[in-house]
């Protein structure tokens, strides 16, 4: 996919005076910023960057693949030139971890962006906050998550429920072929809402259905983001050739129509016991400053906390759903097992429960498997070095930037032999018990885990048990089976495809319903 692929161009006078504005402005600004000079064991770079632009254009369109080939040329570490700026590619596990656990106090944090610049969010909320305000939004944030039930029996009873309405909707599709995309983000949004504002909505509510575009826009244009980051200039040009005004337009969406609302919402109920994130997150923080508390809690925070975690619970789970119900049209056999499986251990009478995990090896090895072989976070946040340190003969200096290459692992060749091959086998023993490789880290590792991995684990369990065990899954025409290809955004999601789904209940059997 070329850089400029299914962008809307404005009109022709504006691209001539845009390109003549662009090159004299990159041109001013790439003398502004030098590559340093390099120690003599700075990890190579895998080709020559490029004037100007250094190897930023060379990942345009498909970078799994390119990372992949600059893995094989130039090995598990290697440099790379963003317009002058350091950046060190970590690939393989036990580098991976080597850099992001056993040095994580020489880069624990992620760079400023172009987005936290333009949003006034430097240093706000959980994604790309930094030092002493990230630890303390990662730990109110993760306690105020386990009051409501995060890694609970409580938490997994709601998801069940959602569950029921989701595999309800498709239900009522009568086995025609229908994109499940909106309802699945959807009905995954509804989760992360009813703890965050305490309620889940409808799935035709307008309100709700205008933030879950924002999501999905910012997503879609998130993959600008490093060209914007390292071209700032490139935002204020006329048009929006590089998306970035309608990049910000959602994410200021996001901010003001629902964050900053449910905020004002929360604030004039007052509870004395707080039923939400939103609430008890207010409260927190007014407790700390009666109490002449030393704290960074505040509303700004507060504001870019919601949308971490929306926009990281909801396009990233939805997406793994939508990948397994992709891999299962092209594995029927597997399906079937799965259902048979379900079937055996907990019938179909009533739904999976969490409590069922531990009879469903070969369920849980599909979901894993999903992960694994989908990758939909191919990198891990950035980390900024902060004091230079070595590791495996390099040199990491002050000032340069981690990007850790998740793909990288789950695509190991030398840890799964046939790493592009869609095989849940890989993760049963021969006796048919669940193994968990220590190289499995689709959530990352280190201080930056996701926050949410418990939640999304619980989510992706309940949620595929339960589309298996109502239905079987058939392509839109038979025979015709939807291509396994990516879009690119902040995450890998699938391409649009139609998928039917048939109800396994016949004449006489019993069904279950919300």
């Known amino acids: 996919m070329d850089l400029l692929d299914n962008v809307d161009f404005p009109e022709i006078h504006w691209i001539l005076v845009s390109s003549v504005v662009v090159l004299s402005s990159v041109w001013w600004m790439a003398g502004r910023q030098k590559m340093t000079s390099k120690p003599s064991n700075f990890p190579p770079y895998p080709e020559p960057p490029s004037f100007i632009f250094g190897h930023l254009l060379k990942l345009a369109g498909d970078s799994r693949q390119t990372m992949r080939k600059w893995r094989q040329k130039s090995g598990d570490i290697y440099s790379l030139d ?19 656990v056993h040095h994580a106090d020489h880069v624990p944090d992620a760079p400023p962006s172009f987005l936290t610049r333009i949003l006034n969010e430097d240093n706000k909320g959980i994604a790309e906050s930094r030092g002493d305000n990230w630890k303390e939004q990662r730990k109110v ?3 105020i998550l386990r009051e409501f039930g995060l890694g609970k029996n409580v938490l997994a009873e709601r998801i069940q429920k959602e569950v029921s309405i989701y595999t309800d909707t498709l239900a009522g599709y009568n086995g025609c072929p229908v994109d499940v995309r909106l309802p699945t983000t959807v009905s995954i949004s509804n989760i992360i809402c009813a703890i965050v504002v305490g309620r889940r909505f409808e799935y035709d509510d307008p309100d709700f259905l205008q933030l879950i575009g924002h999501m999905t826009n910012a997503a879609k244009y998130f993959i600008w983001l490093p060209l914007l980051t390292f071209f700032p200039f490139l935002y204020y040009l006329p048009g929006d050739l590089f998306y970035g005004k309608r990049l910000v337009s959602s994410f200021t969406e996001i901010n003001s129509s629902f964050s ?12 004395a016991a707080p039923d939400n994130f939103i609430a008890a997150y207010l409260d927190k923080m007014s407790r700390k400053l009666q109490g002449q508390e030393q704290t960074l809690m505040d509303e700004a925070n507060l504001v870019a906390v919601i ?7 909801t396009d990233t789970t939805s997406a793994i759903i939508l990948w397994c119900l992709l891999y299962m049209l092209h594995h029927p056999d597997i399906q079937e097992r799965v259902y048979l499986e379900i079937r055996s251990q907990v019938g179909e009478d009533r739904p999976v429960s969490i409590h069922d995990k531990p009879r469903l ?40 930037v981690v990007l850790p290459n998740i793909d990288s692992i789950l695509h190991d060749e030398r840890v799964w032999h046939d790493p592009h091959r869609f095989r849940p086998e890989r993760f049963l023993d021969q006796h048919g018990h669940l193994l968990q490789p220590e190289q499995f880290i689709p959530f ?23 589309i298996l065990q109502r239905f079987k899954l058939e392509p839109e025409v038979e025979g015709e089976l939807p291509p396994l290809k990516e879009v690119y955004g902040a995450i890998c999601s699938p391409q649009d495809f139609r998928i039917r789904f048939v109800a396994r209940c016949q004449d006489g ?3 279950f319903h919300a």
């Open 307 to 313: 949308r971490n975690l929306f926009i990281a619970g």
């Open 361 to 400: 090896p070969l369920l849980n090895a599909v979901v894993m498997e999903t992960q694994r072989h989908s990758s939909i976070t191919p990198f891990a946040t950035p980390r900024e070095v902060i004091t230079t340190f070595e590791s495996h003969g390099f040199t990491f200096p002050k000032g340069s």
């Open 141 to 143: 944030s993760l306690s």
């Open 82 to 100: 963003f317009r002058g700026k350091h950046y060190i590619v970590i690939n393989g596990y036990d580098k991976f971890k080597d850099v992001l």
């Open 444 to 466: 990352s590792i280190g201080r930056r885990v996701c926050l949410g991995e418990s939640l999304a684990k619980m989510e992706l369990f309940l949620f595929i048990a339960g």
């Open 509 to 511: 059997d019993v069904a």
């Open 260 to 271: 900053q609302a449910h905020i004002h919402l929360a604030k004039s109920r007052r509870q």
